[in-house]
């Protein structure tokens, strides 16, 4: 059985990394542990905080793997301990976030239960590119004759 493509129209090309990249957040885990925000602390600043009270910082890993940012968390069990009531779990999570492109991790803190990840966003550089239209006898048909020239000029914003 084949798939519908979002990105089928003869207008849309090379968009196939962005095709994957919505199915692979489409297959990030929906589950609401551990709670998180994110914030802009900056013009080009962010920052992911996630809630992860009772984890050491060597039970969490934070990762960038494929523009993909995984952090994980697993707690040892404490097999010496007898509860009486255990109503805080000691759960493992991985939870992911897709990255946009040019976008860097910077650092990871954790402070009072809260694990902080900053990210950077850099400016974007406006690309230019001027097509020179060569005139003559060149056949359109034969691509061996067709010489086109590129320039490329940076612009910035």
Known sequence: MSRISLFNSPF???????????????KASSDGYPPYNIEQVADDGLRISLAVAGF?????????????????????????RVYLHRGIAARQFQRSF??????EVTGAALNNGLLHVDLIRPKIETRKKVIK?????????????????????????
């Open 133 to 157: 239209i060569n005139t003559g006898d060149v056949d359109a048909s034969s691509d061996d004759d067709l010489a086109i020239r590129v320039e490329t000029k940076n612009v910035s914003a």
């Open 56 to 80: 050491n910082d060597d039970e969490l890993s934070v990762v960038v793997e494929d523009r993909q940012l995984i952090i994980k968390g697993k707690q040892s069990e404490d097999e010496g």
């Open 98 to 103: 897709v990255l946009a492109e040019g976008i």
């Open 12 to 26: 849309l090309l090379g968009f196939d990394e962005l095709e994957n990249l919505l199915d692979r957040t489409a």
